[in-house]
């Protein structure tokens, strides 16, 4: 089992552009999550999805949106890119919804230039 | 609102000393604890939560309601301790709040030899 698995691993965006991050949760999962984590603090919820609908949302604007398919797969997308929005993106399962045993992937880091 | 806090952003101490890592919590419901670690080169991972009861690598850590403080504590430090650890609460089994988890900014532990 590999886990969680994200991509791109690293990725350098200009300001305005707009990003895609994707992720796989780990087998068996069927919920998933994405945090935001800046240089030197803690992850930052963004949202989950579950059934294939976004089930909470955290304290981030509109230009976040996110995705889960059928697979359980799931995207961040982050339009219009701020230099704030560089940050290690996080990707998370877990087996039920209202489980907090996270099973967290290695992240994908955007810098936006 | 949800917020959790670390005070100590490092701690440094010797093999074989004990080590206690503060984290103090609001929230106006029933929260779960959680600690989360990650060590170098390795992806964010569940150390332990409130619920389990658990020692897990010599560690415990004990929900005071009064305090509202969730302490991680190990009576003997090892070299392979020192890593980043993250305390972090959700709502307690309210399965429509999902696993919303609230992360506070994180505690850098250095264990010397």
């Known amino acids: 089992d590999a886990g969680v698995t994200q991509s791109p691993t690293h990725l350098i965006k200009t300001r305005g552009q707009q990003v895609t991050l994707r992720c796989s949760p780990k087998s068996g999962h069927d919920t998933v999550s994405w945090y935001q984590q800046a240089l030197g603090q803690g992850p930052q919820f963004i949202f989950q999805y579950y059934e294939e609908e976004e089930r909470q949302r955290g304290n981030f604007p509109d230009r976040f949106s996110g995705h889960q398919f059928p697979n359980y797969s799931s995207e961040l997308n982050v339009n219009a890119l701020l230099l704030g929005d560089s940050a290690l993106y996080l990707c998370?399962?877990?087996?039920?919804?209202?489980?907090?045993?996270?099973?967290f992937g290695e992240g994908s880091r955007l810098t936006v230039l | 609102a949800q917020r959790v806090t670390q005070p100590e952003k490092l701690l440094s101490v010797f093999k074989g000393a004990p080590v206690e890592l503060k984290c103090n919590y609001s929230?106006?419901?029933?929260?779960?604890l959680f600690w989360y670690v990650q060590y170098s080169r390795q992806r964010l991972q569940l150390l332990l939560r409130?619920?389990s009861r658990e020692s897990i690598k010599g560690f415990t850590a004990d929900l005071n309601k009064g305090e509202t403080s969730f302490h991680l504590k190990k009576p003997f430090a090892q070299e392979e301790d020192s890593a980043m650890y993250y305390c972090a609460l959700s709502p307690l089994m309210i399965k429509a709040a999902g696993n919303k988890l609230t992360f506070g900014g994180g505690t850098r532990v250095l264990v010397k030899p």
């Open positions: 409130h619920i």
């Open positions: 998370a399962s877990s087996l039920k919804l209202a489980d907090g045993e996270l099973f």
């Open positions: 929230y106006s419901g029933s929260p779960e």
